[in-house]
């Protein structure tokens, strides 16, 4: 009895509310929050479904927490793209805020990562498909690999960075990736909404120009990853941090550069556009010499702007979806058939009120 009421649902969703200062109410077939209250479904008393209510909570209260949802939604207003480039950092801004004061979080979300790539729910972006779902699949395993630390995603972020290569011009990369390095240091949802602007406003600069030099611009970029730390040669943090913390206050990636596991997806190329014979190169989607070895590469950097155009005329549907609304999805449909979640009712004490009373206070 004790290890049921311990461990109810409501009891522990809204323990958990209190803990990180938000309102949870539990039931219905829904999970959804509207700025102050955070609302998940009454769902099967199993680990897996429980795994995936805490880590929706406490992304969801970290929004709660962290989010200004008027200066969020009005610059959303400005189209499809511009909201989705500010879902993808917002998330990781407050996802990390959150992560000083419950560090524990930080293992609550990886499971339910852990779950969506399990399940395919969650996977790098493939080169056919839309440049838009693309550009965001890329920006969200990046930025939780390497601002996070979320090593689970490790994988997904080294193909989704080989597809970006793939299908965007190498000069637009190489400044997109001197923007995510600023993500560390936003502190407001204004900041975020500033940052998402700049990026589009580098994605009309890039599909409006050519590329300078024939094949992209070197601006001098020896690229750094979004934790602020240059790639080595050897694949090593330019620190040697191993512990769970960075130097920079980032979550440390085991020792290993987050470029190396697909956060850089240029690498030391970015340095030497014209080195090589062109076939690895991030450049040798310019050259036409390669559409017979590589069918799914953009041959010409005319195709390459043309993604970059396509990415600003994008519509809602043609972004990659916000991945914890597929998780509140995924909660609902796993709801319980009730609407009603009830807790045991009260019954009348026989025994002494007084010894019962000092019990509960030792």
């Not at 008027?70 to 950092?89: D, F, H, K, P, S």
């Not at 838009?132 to 972020?157: F, K």
């Not at 193909?159 to 970006?164: D, I, S, Y």
């Amino acid at each position: 009895m004790y290890y049921t009421l311990r461990n109810a649902l409501p009891i522990v969703a809204a323990a958990l509310g209190r803990k990180f200062g938000v309102e949870v109410g539990v039931g219905g077939h829904e999970a959804h929050t509207d700025g102050r209250h955070i609302q998940i479904p009454a769902f099967p008393d199993d680990p897996d479904s429980r795994d995936l209510a805490w880590g929706y909570l406490a992304h969801e209260a970290a929004h709660v927490r962290y989010t200004d949802f008027g200066v969020y939604g009005e610059a959303a207003r400005e189209g499809a793209i511009q909201e989705t480039l500010q879902n993808r950092i917002e998330d990781v801004r407050i996802e990390r805020a959150l992560a000083c004061p419950y560090p524990g979080t930080r293992a609550t979300i990886a499971t339910v990562l852990r779950r969506m790539l399990a399940e395919g729910r969650l996977s790098a972006p493939e080169p056919t498909d839309h440049p838009a779902q693309v550009l965001a699949g890329y920006l969200l395993l990046a930025l939780r690999h390497e601002v996070l630390g979320q090593d689970v995603l490790a994988a997904e972020a080294r193909e989704a960075g080989e597809t970006l290569r793939q299908v965007f011009p190498a000069a637009f990369i190489a400044r997109l990736r001197a923007l995510m390095g600023e993500v560390p240091g936003l502190t407001s949802t204004a900041d975020t909404v500033d940052l998402a602007r700049r990026i589009r406003r580098l994605i009309e600069e890039e599909a409006k120009y050519p590329p300078r030099n024939g094949s992209g611009r070197t601006d001098g970029s020896d690229e750094q990853n979004p934790t602020g730390q240059s790639s080595g040669a050897d694949g090593e943090q330019g620190d040697g941090a191993s512990s769970e913390e960075g130097s920079a206050g980032q979550p440390a990636t085991d020792g290993q550069d987050p470029e190396a596991n697909g956060g850089d997806p240029q690498g030391s190329a970015s340095a030497q556009p014209d080195a090589g014979d062109g076939k690895d190169s991030p450049d040798a989607t310019d050259s036409g010499d390669n559409d017979g070895d590589v069918p799914t590469r953009r041959a010409h950097g005319s195709d390459q702007r043309d993604a970059l155009a396509a990415v600003l005329s994008a519509g809602a549907g043609d972004c990659a979806g916000d991945l914890f609304a597929e998780v509140g999805k995924l909660l609902g449909t796993e709801a319980c058939a009730t609407n009603a979640v009830r807790l045991p009712l009260p019954e009348d004490y026989a025994g002494n009120a007084l010894a019962g009373m000092r019990l509960m206070a030792t």
